[in-house]
C-alpha cells in the first residue's frame, strides 16, 4: 500500500492525498508532525533517497533553526532530520515493493500512474 508521510497543512501533500483519492490509489496518510518518525525509519529513507533530496533546506524550519549557518555535512542533515522531522522536503511516499518518492510534481504523477494500474487490476 502507498503510504505518504508529511503534515496536513503542506501544499504538495494535500496534492498527493487528492491524487491518490482521485485516481482510486489506496494509501495511508502519517503526520509526521503528530506521530515522528523513527531513527531506523529516517535512516531507511536516506537509504533510498539522496538526503540532499530529502532535506529542505528551503523551509521555514530550516531558516529559522539557521541552519545554513552550520554547513551541515550528509551526516550533520540526518542528525537534524532524526531530531526533527519537519526538515523533510515533503511529501515522502512510500510505494511498491520499497520504492520511496520525495515531493509532488507531474513527474512523480506519471511514475503513481503504474500505481493506480495495478489497483485496477
Known sequence: MTKIYGIKTCGSVRNAIKFCKESNIEFEFHDFRKYPLSEEKVKYFTSKVDINLLFNNKGTKYKTLK???????????????????????????????????????????????????????
Request: no cysteine; charged share 35%; aromatic share 8%.
Open 67 to 121: 541552519l545554513k549557518d552550520l554547513n551541515l555535512d550528509e551526516a550533520g542533515k540526518l542528525e537534524w532530520l532524526i531530531k526533527d522531522n519537519m526538515l523533510f522536503k515533503r511529501p515522502v511516499i512510500e510505494y511498491g515493493d520499497d520504492k520511496v518518492l520525495v515531493a509532488f510534481n507531474e513527474d512523480i504523477k506519471k511514475i503513481l500512474i503504474p500505481v493506480v494500474k495495478e489497483n485496477l487490476s
